[in-house]
Structures are given as structure tokens and as C-alpha cells.
């Protein structure tokens, strides 16, 4: 299973940025989604989706931003938009295979997202 990770970088406060992470190496998977590390914290679960569509947020992410899956090109994208400072951190893309999946069975590599003026 493999996760390549493209997007990220420094935008301003209130600006927008685009995430997309597409998955190889797998014949189906449960779910795909976003974790992201800021410095000095755990990682957290920022959203997820499913192939047919069906999204999940957690409270960071409602309303801000906005998951979408390609099935053809087995890619998930993560539009951000409304960031604020406390966006900043290391997002990664993760794969559930299973729905018994308690933890993700890969990662992306991270790429850095930067909230700054």
C-alpha cells in the first residue's frame, strides 16, 4: 500500500489551500481520510471519507473544510478554506483497508501546511 501526498504550504489567514493524496497498491479500502500533527502535539483526525462519498468531520474541520474522492484515480482531496494559525501542522493521509480497522494500516508521507502572515 502506498500514500503519495501532494499540496500544502504557507497561506495566509482566512486564505485557502488544497490537499490530495492517492492511494496504490490496494484492491478497496474502507475509508481514506486526514490526520494532522502540529509541533509539540499528537496526531489528530481532522476528516474522512468513504468511495461512495459518505464524508465524516471532526469539529476542526466542519464547516471549513471539504473532502472529495476520485474513484477513478483512487484520490482523495481535502479543500481548506476559512485557515486559521491553529491550521498549521503536518497533515497526513491515511487508508483504513477494513471497516475492522481500529487504526490506519498506511500513511502519506505529511506535507506541511502553514497558516501565517
Known amino acids: 500500500v502506498q500514500l503519495v501526498e501532494s499540496g500544502g504550504g504557507l497561506v495566509q489567514p482566512g486564505g485557502s489551500l488544497g490537499l490530495s493524496c492517492t492511494v496504490s497498491?490496494?484492491?478497496?479500502?474502507?475509508?481514506m481520510g486526514w490526520y494532522r500533527q502540529a509541533p509539540g502535539k499528537q496526531r489528530d483526525l481532522v476528516a474522512w471519507i468513504t468511495p461512495i462519498g459518505s464524508t465524516n468531520y471532526t469539529d476542526s474541520a466542519k464547516g471549513r473544510f471539504t473532502l472529495s474522492i476520485d474513484n477513478v484515480r483512487d484520490t482523495v482531496s481535502l479543500q481548506m478554506n476559512s485557515l486559521k494559525p491553529e491550521d498549521t501542522a503536518v497533515y497526513y493521509c491515511?487508508?483504513?483497508?477494513?471497516?475492522?480497522?481500529?487504526?490506519?494500516?498506511?500513511w502519506g508521507q505529511g506535507t506541511q501546511v502553514t497558516v501565517s502572515s
Open positions: 491515511f487508508v483504513n483497508l477494513d471497516i475492522s480497522s481500529t487504526q490506519p494500516d498506511a
Open positions: 497498491g490496494v484492491f478497496g479500502f474502507y475509508c
